[in-house]
């Protein structure tokens, strides 16, 4: 069975749904837990994909040159190494942001300010010929749950979903990469382990439980959409999906 090597970089940011979907759309799972002190291979031979998720840690050094989290640079050459081969890739929230300071973009605290809970991103013109997200809806719903931003993308990627505030939400590097500002892997229990003592809800001044309860009522959307999308991811891993056609790729849930 092929097996995508997951890279879980906060033990309350773990696989959780996106693992399932991945799972039920036949890809195996290796997952790699660095913060528990689990070391990382040095390369990607025998892998059919490459997943990095999020965590509470900043993607751009502390201070000095000083990475928020010793293992970031591994992380940043095994997506160079991906990126460069030709490795189906997918970076969630920090995953992305790792992503693209991997490839020399930008990430920096938001002067816009936190952004948490159920949101709706925009769809560009450019995912109309994209594998993978030519087939999301124009408007899809996603869990937002960072402070951080992407203020400029890596040379040459190609930006997929945008919002108001944060204009760069997704975006693929090369033609196997992409990267998700947004969480599709949460459940609600993920979602209430995040609320409680949050600083961000804090600064924001929410509610923990309605948070909660407003991340609840959009579960299933968010399902509808990125469900779909990590098969179609798996398919690619898998060389089931035929990029130059739009026949036989998974477009529903189950």
Not at 35 to 44: K, Q, V
Not at 153 to 169: D, E, F, I, N
Not at 178 to 196: K, P, R, S, Y
């Amino acid at each position: 069975m092929a097996t995508a090597l997951v890279i879980e970089n906060d033990p309350t940011d773990d696989p959780r749904r996106l693992g399932e979907w991945l799972t039920e759309a036949g890809l195996e799972l290796a997952v790699v837990r660095p913060h528990a002190g689990e070391a990382l291979p040095t390369d990607l031979d025998g892998y059919a994909a490459l997943v990095v998720l999020g965590g509470d840690q900043q993607a751009y050094p502390l201070v000095d040159g000083v990475p928020a989290a010793p293992w970031f640079p591994a992380v940043e050459k095994l997506l160079r190494k991906a990126v460069r081969h030709r490795l189906p890739t997918l970076g969630v929230c920090l995953g992305a942001q790792l992503l693209a300071t991997a490839h020399a973009g930008t990430v920096v605290r938001s002067p816009s300010g936190p952004e948490v809970g159920p949101a709706v991103v925009g769809r560009r013109d450019a995912a109309e010929s994209d594998p993978l997200f030519r087939y999301v809806p124009l408007i899809p719903d996603v869990l937002q749950w960072h402070a951080d931003e992407i203020t400029e993308l890596p040379a040459g990627a190609t930006l997929l979903a945008a919002s108001t505030r944060y204009p760069h939400q997704a975006f693929r590097l090369g033609d196997r990469a992409w990267g998700l500002q947004f969480h599709i892997e949460c459940d609600t229990a993920m979602i209430a382990e995040w609320a409680t003592d949050s600083a961000l809800l804090a600064e924001l001044g929410y509610d923990p439980q309605l948070v909660i309860s407003a991340c609840e009522a959009v579960m299933a959307d968010v399902e509808e959409v990125w469900q779909p999308f990590a098969a179609r991811f798996a398919a690619l891993a898998l060389g089931e999906l035929d990029e130059g056609s739009r026949r036989s790729l998974p477009l529903l849930g189950h």
